[in-house]
C-alpha cells in the first residue's frame, strides 16, 4: 500500500470520526438550541444555547433552565399537555456606538424553549424561582390516577 493511499484511509477514518461526534453532539444539544428572533432593537436573531438540567425524583419534576441577564418579568412559563414551555426576551443591557465586535456569542431577542416532562404534572401546584441567572421550576407529579382494584370473591 502507497503512503498516498494511507493517509487518504486516515483521514477517511478521521473525517468518519468527525461526522459521528457532530451528529452526536447535535443529538445531545439539539432541544437546548434556540432561536432568537429579533425586537425592533436589534438588527439581527441568533441562535443560542439555553442549557436546562431537568431532575426527576418520586414527588416532583424539576427543570432548571440557565438565563443569564434577564429579569424574572422576562419570562413567559406554561404548560401544555406534557410539555414546559418557556418564552421570554432576553434585551440588550448597553448599545455601543462606537468601535464593533470582535465576537458576539451572547443571543438577544424574544425566544422560546419547549421541554417534554417526563410525566404528567400538577399544573396548579407548581413554582418557579429565578435566581443567579438560573429559572428553577418545580412542578408536582399529578399521580398516575391508576391504582390496582382487588376483586372480590
Known amino acids: ?34 432561536r432568537f428572533r429579533p425586537t425592533r432593537q436589534e438588527e439581527e436573531g441568533g441562535w443560542g444555547v439555553l442549557a436546562a438540567d431537568v431532575y426527576e425524583d418520586d414527588d416532583k419534576i424539576v427543570v432548571s433552565l440557565e438565563a ?18 418557556v418564552r421570554g426576551e432576553k434585551r440588550y443591557q448597553n ?3 462606537e468601535g464593533g465586535y470582535r465576537i458576539a456569542e451572547c443571543a438577544y431577542g424574544a425566544f422560546e424553549r419547549a421541554i417534554p416532562l417526563p410525566e404528567t404534572v400538577d ?31
Not at 443569564?68 to 414551555?85: A, K, N, R, S, Y
Not at 401546584?125 to 438560573?134: C, E, N, T
Request: hydrophobic share 35%; charged share 30%; no cysteine.
Open 1 to 34: 500500500m502507497s503512503t498516498l493511499s494511507e493517509i487518504r484511509g486516515g483521514l477517511g477514518r478521521v473525517w468518519d470520526s468527525v461526522a459521528e461526534g457532530s451528529r452526536h453532539l447535535m443529538t445531545r444539544a439539539s432541544g437546548a438550541i434556540t
Open 95 to 97: 448599545q455601543r456606538r
Open 123 to 153: 399544573a396548579s401546584r407548581a413554582r418557579a424561582k429565578y435566581r443567579k441567572g438560573v429559572l428553577r421550576i418545580e412542578l408536582p407529579k399529578a399521580g398516575s390516577g391508576r391504582r390496582r382494584i382487588s376483586i372480590a370473591g
Open 68 to 85: 443569564p441577564g434577564m429579569e424574572q418579568d422576562d419570562f413567559d412559563v406554561t404548560i401544555d399537555l406534557d410539555v414546559l414551555v
